[in-house]
């Protein structure tokens, strides 16, 4: 069946540091990939999409590239904030599992200023 | 603009009481409707999914069901809570896409903070 691995945090940063969140995934066909953010307190808020090879999908200075040889959706961002501390989930959803996303578990991210 | 609604927001329900948790969506017709539990520092896991009123796909075997009573609700259940059901509930809709591919995005609400004590 379908499953998406993203690197276990909680991943810590100072503030502009590089963040990079790695994300591969196992599923049939041609799945869509995405990124979706989760604040404290909050439910999800989608991040950002690619839905085919090479894609790049990308918002709030956030970026992830389908890369479909390597099965993976890294996210990354060049300057962290202390605002983009959150629980980011890497997602995936394939025609032939129907109406489902599949998420990975889950990455914590602190920035400290 | 579509919006969705979850309540309660917080809930601190007794071991063996029942549930009922409401999700609604306004802005948009015939959604597909997830429900979705995040366990404390876990990831998330599909519970149900609704494809239309009174269709309900059941993903995990629990003591838990869900029901569409009408196109923009979606009612999360149970008879008995168990410790376990402790949770974060999520409620998410999506526009059905119209050609094969898996595209559409999934729009999630606030969430239930459910405690069972």
């Known amino acids: 069946g379908d499953s998406v691995t993203q690197m276990e945090g909680p991943v810590t940063l100072s503030e502009e540091a590089f963040l990079t969140i790695n994300c591969t995934y196992t599923?049939?066909?041609?799945?869509?990939l995405f990124w979706y953010v989760q604040y404290p307190g909050e439910g999800l808020q989608l991040l950002l999409k690619?839905?085919?090879?090479?894609d790049k999908g990308s918002n709030k200075g956030f970026e992830a590239t389908y890369r479909k040889e390597t099965t993976s959706f890294h996210l990354e961002k060049g300057s962290v904030q202390v605002s983009d501390s959150a629980v980011y989930f890497c997602a995936l959803r394939s025609w032939a599992a129907g109406n489902k996303l599949t998420f990975g578990g889950g990455t914590r991210v602190l920035v400290k200023p | 603009s579509q919006t969705i609604h979850q309540w309660p927001a917080t809930l601190v329900q007794p071991v063996g009481s029942p549930l009922s948790l409401e999700c609604t969506v306004e802005?948009?017709?015939?959604?597909?409707l997830y429900w979705y539990r995040q366990a404390a520092g876990r990831g998330l896991q599909l519970l149900f999914y609704?494809?239309?009123?009174?269709?309900i796909s059941s993903e995990v075997p629990q003591n838990l069901s869900a029901s569409r009573p009408q196109d923009r609700q979606f009612i999360l259940s149970s008879k008995k809570l168990l410790l376990s059901d402790s949770g974060f509930y999520l409620c998410a809709w999506s526009v059905p896409s119209g050609g094969a591919r898996g595209t559409d995005t999934q729009y999630f609400g606030p969430g239930t903070r459910l405690t069972v004590l």
């Open positions: 599923a049939t066909g041609y799945p869509s």
């Open positions: 802005g948009t017709s015939n959604p597909n």
């Open positions: 609704s494809v239309g009123i009174g269709q």
């Open positions: 690619a839905t085919k090879a090479d």
